[in-house]
C-alpha cells in the first residue's frame, strides 16, 4: 500500500467544525451519487457539525501545517451498541477533494481508521460503494476490504438514475 504524499491525518475536533461543514458540503454537492445524504440534508448549523464530530470519530486529511481539510470520512463507533453487533462498525462518506486525488489520501485515512478501529476492539469494519465507483472501490480493495454484497437500485437520484451498491467488509 502506497503512503499518503505531504499529508497529516487526524481526528477533527470542535474547532475544526466550519472546515469540515464546507467540505462535506462540497461532496455532497458534486457528488450526489455517492452518498445516501444531500447537501440539503446537511444545510445546518455549525453546531450540528460540532455534535458529529463529538459522537463519533471524524477523521480528516490536510496539508501539513495548514487548516485545509482534503478529505474526510466517518466511523461512527457511537452507533456500534447492539449486544449482537458491536463487534462490526461501518466506516460512512469517504471524501477526498478532486484536486488531491491520486496523492494516497483516502488510504491514509482508511489506514487510520482500520487502526483506531482496532484499537477499540472492533472485529470487522463494513462500508457501502456505488458499483459504478471503480476508484472509491479499487482504494477499498487496496486496504483489504472485500464485496460480500450488492444492492441494485440501492439509490434513486433526483434525476431518475439508480445506484448499485457493492458491500464490503475487512476483518481487523
Known amino acids: 500500500m502506497a503512503k499518503a504524499q505531504n499529508v497529516s491525518i487526524r481526528r477533527l475536533g470542535p474547532a475544526d467544525a466550519p472546515a469540515f461543514r464546507v467540505l462535506r458540503l462540497r461532496g455532497l454537492t458534486d457528488h450526489p451519487d455517492a452518498f445516501t ?11 450540528a457539525y460540532i455534535e458529529r464530530i463529538e459522537a463519533g470519530h471524524v477523521i480528516g486529511a490536510f496539508e501539513p501545517g495548514t487548516d ?3 478529505g474526510h470520512l466517518f466511523l461512527p463507533t457511537h452507533l456500534a451498541t447492539g449486544v449482537k453487533t458491536r463487534h462490526k462498525c461501518e466506516v460512512w462518506s ?6 488531491a486525488r491520486g496523492r494516497n489520501i483516502a488510504e491514509a ?12 476492539g472492533f472485529a470487522w469494519l463494513k462500508l457501502q460503494v456505488g458499483e459504478h465507483n471503480k476508484a472509491a472501490r479499487a482504494t477499498y480493495e487496496r486496504v483489504g476490504f472485500t464485496v460480500y ?3 441494485e437500485d440501492y439509490l434513486r437520484l433526483p ?8 458491500m464490503m467488509q475487512r476483518r481487523l
Open 37 to 47: 445524504s444531500t447537501a440539503k440534508d446537511w444545510d445546518l448549523p455549525l453546531a
Open 68 to 70: 485545509a481539510m482534503l
Open 94 to 99: 469517504v471524501y477526498v477533494v478532486p484536486e
Open 109 to 120: 485515512m482508511l489506514t487510520h481508521a482500520i487502526d483506531l478501529a482496532r484499537e477499540l
Open 149 to 151: 454484497g450488492r444492492e
Open 159 to 166: 434525476d431518475g438514475r439508480s445506484i448499485t451498491e457493492l
